[in-house]
């Protein structure tokens, strides 16, 4: 079983920063990828972005450049370092992980753009 909380979600105006976090309550070493994914008023969920345990990373061409997923193994906890933020990006991001054949998912944060 793993458990995942993020945090980081809030108001930002178009042009600003915020950083996520998604903390497990496992060492992330033995989950092999975590990915953030991001779901607007009726809309689909999507994948925002992943890294691998190796630090490998893909993002959606909607956030090349702007986002960065990053993770730092000694406090099990995966980041989405969000900048020149959208109207777009407002979002439910949620971060999920798989582990064997099961996947986990966190509550998910709220980020909302607009000025």
């Known amino acids: 079983q793993v458990q995942l909380v993020e945090s980081g979600g809030g108001l930002v105006q178009p042009g600003g920063s915020l950083r996520l976090s998604c903390a497990a309550s496992v060492n992330i070493f033995s989950i092999s990828s975590i990915y953030w994914y991001r779901q607007a008023p009726e809309k689909q969920r999507e994948l925002v972005a992943v890294?691998?345990?190796?630090?490998?990373?893909t993002y959606a061409d909607s956030v090349k450049g702007r986002f960065t997923i990053s993770r730092d193994n000694a406090k099990n906890t995966v980041y989405l370092q969000m900048n020149s933020l959208k109207p777009e990006d407002t979002a439910v991001y949620y971060c999920?992980?798989?582990?064997?054949?099961?996947?986990?998912w966190g509550q998910g944060t709220q980020v909302t753009v607009s000025s």
């Open positions: 890294i691998t345990s190796g630090g490998t990373t």
């Open positions: 999920k992980a798989i582990r064997g054949f099961s996947d986990f």
